[in-house]
């Protein structure tokens, strides 16, 4: 059973920077993509950043240039970092993963901007 454990969340000013971290109870290796998705009140889930197998990474259009999405392999951990944050960046973080055998989610992580 794949396990994910988010971390790293919190109450940051606007302008700041985070740093979230999911560790996985299982090698990365056995992933094809992973990934992270956020959910403000009232809105769906959207897709943060999502990094694949190969290293090829993904972010939307509205978080290019402030996002970075990287793992360690050894760690079986994978990280989130966003920098200029906005009130509007508040939400629950997730961490996602997917693989042959399917994909999983993590708890999730609040991450709250104050102005």
């Known amino acids: 059973q794949v396990q994910l454990v988010e971390s790293g969340g919190g109450l940051v000013q606007a302008g700041g920077s985070l740093r979230l971290s999911c560790a996985s109870s299982?090698?990365?290796?056995?992933?094809?993509?992973m990934g992270w998705y956020r959910q403000a009140p009232g809105k769906e889930r959207e897709m943060v950043a999502t990094i694949f197998d190969n290293g090829v990474t993904h972010f939307p259009s509205s978080l290019k240039g402030r996002t970075t999405i990287s793992r360690d392999n050894a760690k079986n951990t994978i990280y989130l970092q966003m920098n200029s944050l906005k009130p509007e960046d508040t939400a629950v973080y997730y961490c996602?993963?997917?693989?042959?055998?399917?994909?999983?989610w993590g708890q999730g992580t609040q991450v709250t901007v104050s102005s």
């Open positions: 996602n993963v997917v693989g042959p055998m399917g994909g999983y």
């Open positions: 299982v090698s990365l290796a056995r992933f094809n993509a």
